[in-house]
């Protein structure tokens, strides 16, 4: 399952999903027949590409933050 797909942290794919869109507009035989599958691989990749990068980024700022305080605590242990 992927996240809802118009929202503002799916900035980067907006091209793919209007692509995935046009292709269910199209009718219940198009996407029964799989006509769709292509655009939806897409939609697929990039998504799960946009959710890399953000996992990668929050990793970053996590390991940031754990080194402040472990900095913190042992400026606080070297004080007492």
């Known amino acids: 399952m992927h996240p809802h797909l118009h929202t503002k ?15 269910h507009a199209a009718g219940y035989i198009q996407k029964m027949l799989g ?3 292509e655009a939806k691989r897409n939609v697929n990749k990039c998504l ?10 929050n990793r970053e700022i996590a390991k940031e933050r754990r080194e402040k305080n472990v900095k913190l605590w042992r400026e606080i242990d070297e004080e007492s």
């Open 9 to 23: 942290d799916n900035t980067g794919c907006e091209e793919v999903m209007a692509l995935l869109d046009e292709c």
């Open 35 to 37: 006509g769709c599958n």
């Open 48 to 57: 799960r590409a946009e959710r890399l990068e953000r996992t990668a980024r």
